[in-house]
């Protein structure tokens, strides 16, 4: 197999082509969300609605320096049934 295949070659190849190391977490906090959308208290499904755009958004913000993205999953699990898929 070729190395340029595995997770480490596209991560050393992203690398290369972007000069950065930045590794950026998603960490969509559950009070940011809250501030951010006005869904406090609100259902699992808007909540996980919400970690999306937050996440999304982040990304978009970022990919040009980004050579990686790291979601945290407890911040998803804390989401209940739909974090997982949200993930």
Do not use: W
Request: proline share 3%.
């Amino acid at each position: 197999m070729s190395t340029s295949l595995t997770f480490f070659g596209k991560l050393e190849a992203r690398v290369s082509a972007i000069n950065s190391l930045l590794c950026v977490g998603l960490d969509p906090h559950e009070t940011e969300l809250n501030a951010s959308s006005s869904i406090e208290g609100g259902d699992e499904q808007a909540k996980c609605d919400a970690a999306y755009t937050f996440c999304k958004t982040l990304i978009d913000a970022t990919a040009p320096y980004a050579a990686c993205y790291k979601p945290n999953a407890a911040f998803f699990e804390a989401l209940g049934d739909h974090g997982a898929a949200c993930l």
